[in-house]
């Protein structure tokens, strides 16, 4: 369904030529499905990159605040 609407939504988008890219396009729905790994090994390495929380800190301050909105 998804494919469908990116194909219709990118049709619109030639046909009109509208700027930019549709919400919605073929490209995306496909990089949705893939599983995406990224490492910052490189860039500590060369330019001495430290992160400014580590990951659980940042899970944890996700969490925190997704807890605040349900209070309010």
Do not use: C
């Not at 494919?3 to 619109?12: D, G, I, L, N, P």
């Not at 090994?41 to 929380?53: M, S, T």
């Amino acid at each position: 369904m998804a494919k469908t609407v990116a194909a219709v939504m990118e049709f619109v988008w030639k046909t009109f030529r509208l700027a930019g890219h549709p919400p919605l396009y073929k490209g995306l729905i496909n990089a949705l499905g893939m599983t995406f790994i990224i490492s910052d090994k490189k860039a500590r390495a060369e330019i001495g990159y430290r992160p400014l929380v580590t990951i659980e800190q940042g899970l944890d301050s996700m969490r925190d605040s997704k807890s605040s909105e349900k209070v309010s």
